[in-house]
């Protein structure tokens, strides 16, 4: 069983910074790519940033030059320092993780979700 359990959430004001984290921990046996995704209320989950194992990022164009996804490969965590926050970061974030168990290592990976951890930014 795999689980990815966020912390770091919070209120903070517009011009801030909050650094999220987020730990995947379980029956693990490669993670690939990790991810940031955000719901603001009333709008559809939607991709923040990227990071693969190798060390590549993408990002949103909403939020480029302001967040900084990375990752430590050996504590199967991954964090999102955010910058210059703006009211409309207000969301939940959520840590995606697509990753192979291993009960399964010959299979391909699976998407693996948090439960979310609230981020306000009042302006």
């Known amino acids: 069983q795999v689980q990815l359990v966020e912390s770091g959430g919070g209120l903070v004001q517009a011009g801030g910074s909050l650094r999220l984290s987020c730990a995947a921990s379980g029956s693990i046996f490669r993670i690939n790519v990790m991810a940031w995704y955000r719901q603001a209320p009333g709008k559809q989950r939607e991709l923040v940033a990227t990071?693969?194992?190798?060390?590549?990022?993408n990002y949103a164009d909403s939020v480029k030059g302001r967040f900084t996804i990375s990752r430590d490969n050996a504590k199967n965590t991954v964090s999102l320092q955010m910058s210059s926050m703006k009211p409309e970061d207000t969301a939940v974030y959520y840590c995606?993780?697509?990753?192979?168990?291993?009960?399964?290592?010959?299979?391909?990976?699976?998407?693996?979700w948090g439960q979310g951890t609230q981020v306000t930014v009042s302006s």
């Open positions: 995606n993780a697509n990753i192979r168990p291993s009960t399964k290592p010959w299979a391909a990976g699976s998407d693996y």
């Open positions: 990071v693969t194992s190798g060390g590549t990022t």
